[in-house]
């Protein structure tokens, strides 16, 4: 009895996983993209083109307000390394208890056309250095 050649079928698996992959690539790398950048950097694009991004930086010490009636907050956030550089940022949700001045932050979300400002739909600050392991000498 002849053997059945089961190259059809290995050809057929082989097209159908390289055509799944290529589709998880595709709209992974479509729409879901963010860049990530520093409050400098963010500043020399078009706005158009941060539709969504993450931004990293510092808060600034003066200018953050808080909602009466909602939670959020609104600030200005400062480039780690060119402090003349900063953005608005506002943000609608949970602010994490860690969040304050001077602390290190980094906001998802996109340019507000109609504001210029940063509308953050994700906000996380730094972990403090208080649970750094301390450095003995």
Known sequence: MA????TPVYLCA???FLGGLGYLLYSGLGENTAYFLNVSEALAMPPKDL???RLFGTVAE???SR???AMGVSFMLVDKDQAAKTIRVDFKGAVPD???PGVEVIVEGGVNPASGAFAANTLMTKCPSKYQKENRG
């Open 51 to 53: 539709g969504k991004a």
């Open 3 to 6: 053997k059945k050649r089961n």
């Open 14 to 16: 082989l097209v159908l």
């Open 67 to 69: 909602p009466d009636d």
């Open 98 to 100: 860690t969040f304050k």
């Open 62 to 64: 003066q200018g953050i």
